[in-house]
């Protein structure tokens, strides 16, 4: 990860931990990350995962590009800036929250047969899943669903959710609603 993502990160991280009075042991509490990797995290020393943000994002009851924003970030937008890369997991934000539209959309992309797993957002929280490209298996309510190229489909996120792929590429778009 670029290093002025890094800081980035670390900054909002430490800034809504902060504003809330919360001390890296409540953070820890609140988002199941363990307080020696948020300390790490906000010191820099250390990059997050996908799903650590996802992790801490919830936690603070944040959105997940939030805590990617940079204050000095052009309005419209840096490919580079808002993407993340995993082996095998791909986001790159296509919209970031705003407040007065309450959401934020992805394009995800995931490869190798591989599986990412979200745990449950706030309630009152949709998703919006387009596919894109490929086939995508999508966990929710208990139960896997498949979708097709084209075809789409919304669920409550308060509800631990996967997305999987059948081993070929899968690119699809996530819109994340906040109520």
Same mark, same amino acid.
């Given at each position: 990860m670029h290093d002025h993502i890094s800081k980035s990160i670390a900054?909002?991280?430490?800034?809504?931990?902060?504003?809330?009075?919360?001390? @890296?042991?409540?953070?820890? =509490? =609140?988002?199941?990350? &363990?307080?020696?990797? $948020?300390?790490q995290i906000e010191?820099?020393?250390?990059?997050?995962?996908?799903?650590?943000l996802w992790k801490i994002a919830t936690g603070l009851e944040c959105s997940f &590009?939030?805590? @990617?924003?940079?204050?000095? =970030?052009?309005?419209?937008?840096?490919?580079e800036e808002l993407a993340r890369h995993e082996d095998n997991f791909r986001v790159k934000t296509l919209f970031a929250f705003n407040p007065d539209s309450g959401f934020e959309m992805f394009e995800l992309t995931l490869l190798n047969a591989h599986t990412q797993w979200s745990d449950a957002?706030? #309630?009152?929280? /949709?998703?919006? #899943? #387009?596919?894109?490209?490929?086939? @995508? $298996? @999508? /966990?929710?309510?208990e139960q896997w669903h498949t979708l097709k190229e084209g075809e789409s489909a919304r669920f409550h996120a308060n509800q631990r959710h996967g997305y999987k792929t059948n081993g070929q590429q899968t690119r699809f778009i996530d819109v994340i609603s906040y109520p």
């Open positions: 900054e909002q991280i430490k800034q809504r931990r902060k504003t809330r009075g919360w001390s @890296l042991d409540k953070l820890s =509490a =609140a988002s199941g990350v &363990s307080k020696a990797m $948020l300390g010191r820099q020393e250390s990059s997050p995962t996908v799903a650590t &590009s939030g805590l @990617l924003s940079r204050t000095d =970030a052009s309005p419209y937008g840096d490919d957002h706030a #309630v009152g929280v /949709y998703e919006h #899943v #387009v596919v894109q490209h490929g086939e @995508l $298996l @999508l /966990y929710y309510d």
